[in-house]
């Protein structure tokens, strides 16, 4: 789980690399009846680069000696709930998510965008009543759908953040939610709670057997890829986005962990699906043409494995129900309850 500055100028002209900027803010982009919050929401209040930690100007990045990893601040090196983490291969279930919404995740209008450390993907035809929303009861939350982004390999062995049983996967998609007692993203993050965001970890691999044959529900955003000639150019597109096929079986690892970008907030409860979903090597030449901010090939751009300390990690039964009607973006009564002993 990511979430990145985004678009915003000021972050363009801090990224002094960067000479393209063709971009409206995302946010500006949403009809009006629909709010959705967006990464570049965030970005104004809770931008974090390397320069307000150590003085330099220089960026976050991946395998870099200069902006990597191990000059990511504050949090990123001394918190003790980082993400990701290797699961072990648990195969017994000993918690479970209610009436999980599985069939609300698609979509028939969205967007795809490079902001230079990632393929971002926004869902525009949810309106408030069709927002992607479900309950966590374990967790006392709701959490809103907000924005897809993903993370993958220079080649098909690695790629994933969180691994199983130390195998690492070819892509990681990460669906990002908010939990729905605050507004904003920011908000929720500068709250404090261990569990502002629900992320949902999908681990994508190849399959030799696959050759030509593409995995057919990947299609909407590999296709259209080559529209995202440069970071910063959003396409918008109308086609059907099925996101409900990526959750394959009913088994998701679950633990407490953090953003796996700078500031690496420990807000996160995850749920990562434990079947991974078949892909072919086509489908990875064409993320693997998704530019960075200098217009090279977006690829590696994953954290390595963080230690899991004395963190509880979980295999959940993802249980199917209906989005009740109308849930909006409000905590049950019984949640605020439970908020208010917290
Ligand atoms: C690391 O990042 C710095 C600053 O952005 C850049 O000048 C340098 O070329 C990068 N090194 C590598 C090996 O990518
Ligand atoms: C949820 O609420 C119950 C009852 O107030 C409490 O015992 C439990 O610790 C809460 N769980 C979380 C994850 O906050
Ligand atoms: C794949 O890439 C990783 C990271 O760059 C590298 O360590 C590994 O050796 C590569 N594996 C193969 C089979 O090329």
Not at 41 to 70: F, K, L, M, P
Not at 163 to 169: T, W
Not at 266 to 284: F, G, N, R
């Amino acid at each position: 789980m990511t979430y990145f500055s985004g678009f915003s100028v000021p972050f363009l002209l801090k990224l002094s690399l960067i000479s393209i900027s063709l971009q409206v803010p995302t946010s500006l982009q949403f009809p009006q009846e629909n709010p959705i919050i967006t990464d570049f929401d965030v970005s104004a209040q809770t931008r974090i680069t390397r320069g307000d930690d150590h003085g330099s100007d220089v960026e976050w990045c991946y395998q870099n000696a200069t902006c990597g990893e191990t000059t990511w601040p504050s949090t990123c090196l001394t918190g003790k709930a980082q993400s990701p983490i290797n699961f072990p291969p648990l195969e017994k279930t000993t918690c479970t998510i209610k009436n999980f919404p599985r069939t609300s995740y698609n979509s028939q209008k969205f967007s795809l965008e490079s902001n230079g450390k990632s393929l971002v993907i926004k869902l525009l035809d949810k309106t408030k009543q069709q927002r992607i929303h479900f309950q966590w009861q374990e967790q006392n939350a709701s959490y809103n759908f907000n924005s897809i982004h993903m993370h993958w390999g220079g080649n098909n062995s690695v790629g994933s953040e969180h691994s199983i049983d130390s195998k690492r996967f070819a892509i990681e998609m990460h669906l990002i939610h908010v939990r729905a007692d605050f507004k904003t993203l920011p908000d929720a993050l500068s709250f404090g709670k261990k569990n502002a965001l629900a992320v949902l970890g999908i681990l994508f691999e190849v399959d030799p057997n696959l050759k030509e044959k593409q995995n057919e529900n990947l299609q909407p955003i590999v296709k259209n890829i080559h529209e995202i000639t440069h970071s910063g150019v959003v396409k918008n597109l109308e086609e059907k986005l099925n996101l409900q096929a990526f959750m394959k079986g009913n088994h998701a690892y679950h633990y407490m962990g953090s953003l796996t970008t700078p500031s690496c907030n420990e807000a996160v409860a995850w749920l990562v699906w434990q079947k991974p979903i078949k892909i072919s090597s086509l489908d990875l030449d064409a993320l693997r043409t998704v530019k960075n901010t200098m217009g090279e090939p977006l690829m590696n751009n994953f954290r390595s494995t963080q230690k899991t300390n004395e963190r509880k990690i979980t295999l959940c039964e993802i249980k199917a129900g209906k989005v009740k009607d109308n849930v909006g973006n409000k905590p049950t009564q019984e949640e605020l309850m439970a908020h208010s002993k917290l």
